[in-house]
């Protein structure tokens, strides 16, 4: 139940761009899209609702494609504040809210 | 606003103890959940509720109760710790599921 995401890591030089996949197998009402720094919590960036849309979020965006079951996070022109692990989270029927496995995303200088 | 309150921040057991982690929100959000993380395996979903004296088990149930009785507060029993329940808890909290989840401090838990 839990959503599969890729790549499991990434490693970004300042500036580059970088795509993040989360892909599940069930019919999904929306995703969560999160980030969290070492030894921190989780923190919300942005959702997406059934109806494929895609939002942005500064330098931060995401699609959602609910009849594939996918969603996507683009991260462009990456800073060395996007680093962390981002994970989705997905909600399907009956409430339940499942978390990805997460990617760890490094930006060096 | 405090947001979500996690208490403690750390806790170290013997096997076989009980215990309580406390969670409380002051922001009047329906929905709250339990998850735990482990390296390499993201967050699991141990027990969430959609309102007051309304919980259902996620995907990691064993070991762990919870109840409901107020909106704010929704605590995690662990009823006969086992070195396999170490891990690091997060509570969650979000007004409906179209909403972000906003997640407490944490609790890193150790049983020796």
């Known amino acids: 139940q839990q959503p599969v995401q890729s790549p499991q890591a990434v490693i970004l030089r300042e500036g580059e761009d970088a795509v993040i996949n989360c892909s599940s197998s069930?019919?999904?009402?929306?995703v969560h899209w999160y980030r969290q720094k070492h030894g921190e919590a989780p923190v919300f960036l942005m959702i997406?609702?059934?109806?494929?849309e895609q939002k942005g979020h500064e330098k931060i965006s995401a699609s959602f494609n609910e009849k594939k079951q996918q969603s996507s996070l683009y991260l462009t022109a990456s800073q060395l504040s996007y680093s962390g692990t981002y994970f989705c989270?997905?909600?399907?029927?009956?409430?339940?809210?499942?978390f990805g496995t997460g990617t760890s995303l490094t930006v060096i200088p | 606003n405090a947001g979500v309150t996690q208490t403690p921040k750390f806790q170290v057991l013997k096997t076989g103890q009980s215990m309580t982690l406390q969670c409380a929100q002051d922001?009047?959000?329906?929905?709250m959940s339990w998850y735990r993380q482990d390296p390499g395996m993201g967050l699991r979903l141990i027990h969430y509720?959609?309102?007051?004296?309304?919980?259902d088990q996620g995907e990691v149930p064993n070991g762990y109760n919870v109840s409901r009785s107020t909106t704010e507060d929704f605590p995690l029993r662990l009823l006969s710790a086992a070195p396999s329940q170490t891990s690091v808890y997060f509570c969650?909290?979000?007004?409906?599921?179209?909403?972000?989840?906003?997640f407490g401090s944490g609790t890193r838990l150790t049983v020796v």
């Open positions: 997406l609702l059934k109806g494929g």
């Open positions: 969650a909290s979000s007004p409906r599921q179209v909403n972000g989840y906003t």
């Open positions: 069930k019919a999904l009402y929306s």
């Open positions: 509720s959609v309102g007051a004296g309304i919980t």
């Open positions: 989270g997905t909600e399907s029927a009956g409430n339940q809210f499942y």
């Open positions: 922001m009047n959000h329906e929905y």
